[in-house]
């Protein structure tokens, strides 16, 4: 720094000299007392001064200018409005301070009709934890394109059971939509047992992404109602901490996840806990990477119910149903592929109006106890089903469990005039087979008799000559086709 000061300060005094010295010299000159000498050496001190000024603002910098304010991201944290990240202090209303700045902010356009888009705008939760006593929620409806992200949530003693801690929801807006493209991300939630995690009505465009929900009440951990395309992902949901084995399984209650609208996905989400893992009761839904193992069939647990009869349409893909098992009321397009079932794990398929229509369930793996439980089963109790079409149960790999398909394949040896192959112990379901293949090999040589089928009743193929041979007789029958 002295050096840089002294490189600048050098020149400026020579030039201050120089000025001083023309001056004296031009006085001179106008005294009139000047020789022909002395004029040439003042006219060049004049030129050599000239020069410096020239030069004057090269040496010595000027001050930087102040660069022009950026606008910083949009970014409420919420220790700044005085929520206590320790968790022992009540912080509902420092953080729903936060959310109210957050939708009052400057506007970047429109979304849906009616969605102010903010941008882009986070709260920060800081990585604290944080006492919460009553529901998060915004003001009212109509703002969308904003994040939720980096903390812990934790109910009070006194938070009400019938609440969810985040609430997207505005009972008295007209909208079509009332949030659109809201991010909840990397939060821990705990409810204490209370009410639910969260709560999506009727809202468009929403992700919940890395989340821990946890210690829910008798209720739901996550209610996703009316609205468009919700997205549940990388996330992980239990009533009780537990890694399987938990000696109070058979308490466990609640839902894990309800999806009562259309359009919705659950992926890559384990499920550890609940007496209902997921709960659906909308239109074209995906669940795929779903890993439940949340209260056991046998304790009266299931993984996946569908409660959506008669006009099912929903994709259960590459999922884990560990020890509890899918029920389906009155399946009408339904496909259930690529997914393991580990500890007697089954489909159930329960009638209602007696409908099964449009149904795959195929290349899933199984594995039980060998205590022969079937892979696939129906609960007629209410009514038979008797409106029976396109259903597909085939290809799936089965160990220890009891196998059944809608398509079976089987033959007989004999010598004589009728040949029987019983599909009963393969078909799912009784007294159904819609269509029959067969092939009779006649082992007698130049035997050449007539055959055909003379039955097809209560799952039983009867193929007959009209006169004895030996022969063996392949059939090949299909129930939902």
Not at 5 to 23: C, D, E, G, H, Y
Not at 140 to 152: H, K, P
Not at 252 to 269: K, Q
Request: aromatic letters at 8%; glycine letters at 10%; one cysteine or more.
């Amino acid at each position: 720094m002295d050096l840089r000061k002294t490189q600048v300060a050098v020149p400026v005094f020579l030039a201050i000299m120089s000025l001083m010295v023309s001056q004296v010299v031009f006085a001179e000159k106008y005294s009139g007392s000047m020789s022909p000498h002395d004029r040439k050496l003042a006219e060049m001190q004049a030129l050599k001064a000239s020069l410096v000024r020239r030069n004057l603002p090269a040496l010595v910098s000027p001050p930087p200018t102040p660069p022009q304010a950026v606008p910083g991201p949009r970014v409420y944290q919420v220790i700044s409005y005085g929520a206590d990240p320790t968790g022992k202090l009540d912080s509902t209303d420092a953080i729903l301070k936060a959310m109210e700045d957050a939708f009052d902010g400057p506007n970047h356009g429109v979304l849906m009709q009616g969605i102010n888009d903010l941008g882009g705008a986070r709260i920060d939760l800081q990585g604290g934890s944080y006492l919460i006593s009553r529901p998060l929620r915004f003001p009212s409806a109509g703002v969308g394109n904003l994040l939720i992200s980096g903390g812990t949530l934790r109910a009070s003693n006194d938070f009400p059971v019938d609440r969810y801690l985040i609430e997207l929801k505005d009972e008295s807006s007209k909208l079509q939509y009332i949030f659109e493209y809201i991010t909840l991300r990397d939060l821990l939630i705990d409810c204490n047992y209370r009410g639910g995690a969260i709560a999506v009505i009727n809202s468009l465009r929403t992700s919940i992404d890395n989340c821990y929900i946890t210690r829910f009440g008798d209720t739901n951990g996550i209610l996703v109602k009316s609205g468009h395309e919700t997205y549940i992902r990388n996330s992980f949901l239990g009533q009780h901490i537990t890694a399987g084995g938990d000696r109070g399984e058979r308490n466990f209650s609640g839902t894990a996840v309800n999806l009562m609208g259309n359009d919705n996905a659950v992926t890559d989400t384990v499920i550890f806990s609940a007496r209902v893992g997921v709960m659906i009761s909308g239109q074209a839904n995906l669940l795929s990477g779903v890993h439940c193992y949340n209260k056991a069939t046998g304790f009266g647990g299931t993984g996946i119910y569908l409660r959506l009869p008669g006009l099912t349409q929903n994709r259960i893909v590459n999922s884990y149903l560990d020890y509890t098992g899918i029920v389906a009321e009155d399946p009408v397009q339904l496909q259930i592929s690529g997914t393991f079932f580990l500890g007697d794990a089954f489909i159930l398929l329960k009638s209602i109006a007696g409908v099964v229509r449009g149904v795959n369930i195929v290349d899933n793996m199984f594995s039980g106890s060998g205590h022969g439980v079937q892979i696939v089963q129906l609960d007629q109790r209410n009514t038979a089903f008797e409106d029976v079409d396109q259903v597909v149960v085939d290809r799936n790999s089965v160990n220890g469990m009891g196998e059944r398909s809608t398509v079976a394949r089987g033959s007989v040896d004999g010598n004589g005039t009728s040949w029987t192959v019983d599909f009963n112990p393969v078909l799912l379901f009784p007294d159904l087979i819609k269509h029959v293949q067969y092939t009779l090999v006649a082992r007698e040589a130049g035997a050449f008799p007539l055959h055909a089928v003379r039955n097809v009743s209560g799952n039983r193929v009867v193929v007959e000559t009209n006169a004895p041979v030996t022969a063996t007789v392949y059939v090949t029958v299909n129930q939902g086709v």
